[in-house]
């Protein structure tokens, strides 16, 4: 199933997502004990995070939320730029989340390296051969990449040694660095997706990731259609712009 959801603003779309976080979260802890997730770098999730870590959201239980990353850079976990860096600041350690649900990717190792490691560390974490997340948060950018799946990068591009693979090095030559990050074959395993998009920026690209024609080399975010989960586009006004009345409705 897909669904788009347009909001007044970025305010009402986090506590909205918020919301159907925690409901989905305890949903899976009712039904398997435990609820894992894989988180998004980025602006967009940060006020998400602020939010989670607040008491409003103390209904759910913690404990049994296991943290992994859809993609991170190839900086060290203590760095301004890394996305375990940004949800650690605004959530781990406001929630004391214990150091065991915490699965990190390692990318202070040689990439190749760090995206072998974590991919043994999800298997070993869901004793399955295509492991199923609960949620998997992503966002978009300006040029319709998400996690870090860029255009014409070899993630994207149909590399056959990548097409079994989970997680992957990718090298991102517009920014001259090495990325990790999940394959489109484990995000769309997931249970459900939720895109958080936000601001003007993103309207153009939205429009044509969604509504152009199918050109995932250039616009990765089509690349994402879950094999039998849910995918929820979560939209501010200003990145729905764009859409036609049919999407919009």
């Known amino acids: 199933m897909k669904k788009i959801l347009i909001y007044h603003s970025q305010e009402e779309m986090i506590r909205s997502a918020a919301g159907h976080f925690i409901s989905t979260g305890s ?13 998004a ?24 939320v296991h943290f992994f990353w859809g993609d991170e850079r190839s900086v060290p976990p203590d760095h301004p730029e890394s996305n375990f860096n940004q949800a650690n600041l605004s959530l781990l350690i406001p929630r ?33 051969k ?4 609960d949620l998997i948060l992503l ?4 040029d319709g990449h998400t996690a870090s799946l860029f255009p014409e ?3 994207v591009n149909g590399d056959v040694s990548n097409q079994n693979r989970l997680v992957a090095p990718n090298w991102v030559p517009k920014l001259e660095s090495w990325r990790i990050s ?15 998009v936000s601001g003007q920026s993103k ?7 969604l509504e152009g024609p199918a050109l995932p080399h250039r616009y990765p975010s089509q690349l994402i259609s879950p094999d039998q989960g849910n995918l929820f586009w979560y939209l501010d006004e200003e990145a729905a712009a764009e859409l036609s009345d049919v999407n919009r409705s």
């Open 27 to 39: 949903a899976a802890i009712d039904e398997q004990g435990q609820f894992n997730v894989a988180l």
């Open 41 to 64: 770098g980025g602006s967009t999730p940060t006020p998400l995070y602020e939010y989670l870590a607040d008491k409003k959201a103390d209904d759910l239980n913690w404990s049994k």
């Open 96 to 128: 004391t989340i214990q150091k065991e649900n915490i699965h990190r990717i390692k990318a202070e190792l040689p990439p190749a390296d760090a995206a072998r490691h974590y991919q043994e560390e999800i298997q070993a974490s869901f004793q399955q």
């Open 130 to 133: 295509l492991p199923s997340f």
């Open 139 to 142: 966002g978009m950018g300006n």
């Open 153 to 155: 990068t070899e993630l």
């Open 182 to 196: 999940f394959t489109p074959r484990l995000i769309n395993a997931a249970q459900n997706i939720y895109f958080l």
């Open 203 to 209: 309207a153009n690209t939205l429009k044509l990731v």
